[in-house]
């Protein structure tokens, strides 16, 4: 029986300490680095990383999981999570302005706390969505 954990998930995407990816291939069968901005790629830069990515222990995971994404606004459960996790207002020039999709079940999400919607306002990923979302995959 394969044990349950087998494979870590690295965040933010760069792996810039070498001697951590060392000791952790001994306790993984596989890490995916993640990045938060889906244009950014993360850099295998040196021979080792280059390397783990060719043989598959080392992979990317795009942050954007459009399938898994729109089931991961199903699981948040109050209305403190649902703020940290999106912003009307963008705090920074890299935050990600959410697609309709998103928008539509973000505003259910918002109705089925007892909060008004605005159908005119573009809601933005905060920082708290990358932790959330790591989370949920932690758990695939």
Not at 101 to 106: L, T
Request: charged fraction near 20%; glycine fraction near 4%; include cysteine.
């Amino acid at each position: 029986m394969k044990p349950a954990f087998t494979n870590a998930l690295y965040y933010p995407g760069n792996i810039q300490d070498e001697v951590w990816l060392k000791t952790a291939i001994l306790f993984w069968d596989s890490i995916s680095t993640v990045m938060l901005n889906e244009a950014a790629r993360p850099n295998y830069n040196t021979q080792d990383l280059f390397y783990l990515s060719e043989i598959g222990f080392l992979s990317y995971l795009p942050f954007e999981g459009v399938e898994l994404s729109y089931e991961m606004i199903d699981y948040i459960d109050s209305e403190k999570i649902l703020n940290q996790c999106f912003s009307v207002m963008p705090r920074n020039h890299v935050q990600k302005k959410v697609n309709d999709e998103w928008k539509h079940r973000i505003n259910l999400k918002r109705l089925s706390f007892g909060l008004s919607i605005n159908e005119s306002l573009d809601y933005y990923l905060m920082p708290d969505f990358a932790a959330f979302r790591m989370t949920l995959l932690g758990l695939v």
